[in-house]
């Protein structure tokens, strides 16, 4: 456990020192301090939509951090020879996928909460800070949580940067559509598409449980419930990465 909690730090620290990352990152911190200025727009609530616009665009840059982290990560570590010189001490396969894995959850929080926070200041402020927010962005992260598993699992079972990013952002937006797929699945009763549409809507994460908007306004929320899933999914995706990275010839 130890080894992965060294690799988790390391990988969190490569991040940090990603110049795509900060790039994205020092944009995401001018665009929440932009926000200010739909308070002038906004005629009435204009702290309600700078916290919606807010919270949309911190999920929107972080979840584009965490792609291009995620989905590429494995893929730039071979063609760069750098994982060698992690499995050569002593660290098994699987110790290095959990390691990535929770480095990236690290960066997700990281970057939720730092955006987050100069939003939080701003809406501070304003007299519209309220600790539903705080969970609001603890929702997003748990979401790219979901994300990064998915984006590791991609780049492992492909070598391909482009392919690996667009089925991560593809899968990401599936996930918000969950619902949709379930309900057209029920109109295609006896056929294939209904087949291939329940796979998906087994598979597909169910970001609909995550909707930080349905919780700002909804009192009645089962943590465990949404915890519970969260983290059975993380293990199932980080599981089958470890599965086939095992068998991956690097």
């Keep these: 456990m130890k080894k992965v909690l060294v690799i988790g730090k390391y990988t969190l620290k490569e991040n940090i020192s990603n110049k795509v990352f900060n790039g994205i990152l020092y944009f995401g911190i001018l665009a929440m301090f932009f926000t200010t200025m739909l308070d002038e727009v906004a005629l009435y609530e204009g702290g309600r939509v700078i916290r919606d616009s807010g919270l949309f665009l911190t999920e929107l840059l972080v979840m584009l951090i965490t792609v291009y982290i995620s989905s590429t990560y494995v893929i730039k570590a071979v063609t760069e020879k750098s994982i060698y010189l992690v499995l050569t001490k002593a660290v098994t396969k699987s110790k290095y996928i959990m390691g990535i894995n929770l480095g990236i959850i690290y960066s997700v929080f ?47 079972i492909s070598d391909s940067f482009v392919t690996s990013t667009i089925f991560t952002l593809f899968t990401y937006i599936l996930g918000h559509g969950v619902l949709e797929i379930k309900a057209i699945s029920e109109k295609l009763t006896g056929s294939i598409f209904q087949w291939i549409l329940d796979f998906l809507y087994l598979i597909l994460p169910k970001f609909n449980l995550l909707n930080y908007r ?37």
Excluded: H
């Design 110 to 156: 990281v970057n939720v909460f730092l955006m987050g926070g100069i939003l939080g200041f701003i809406l501070y402020t304003k007299g519209e800070f309220d600790w539903w927010y705080i969970r609001a962005l603890f929702f997003i992260g748990l979401k790219l949580s979901i994300v990064s598993s998915l984006g590791v699992f991609f780049s492992v």
């Design 214 to 250: 349905d919780y700002l306004i909804d009192p009645n929320m089962n943590y465990f419930m949404i915890l519970g899933y969260v983290g059975v999914y993380i293990i199932c995706v980080v599981v089958a990465t470890i599965l086939v990275f095992e068998r991956k010839r690097l």
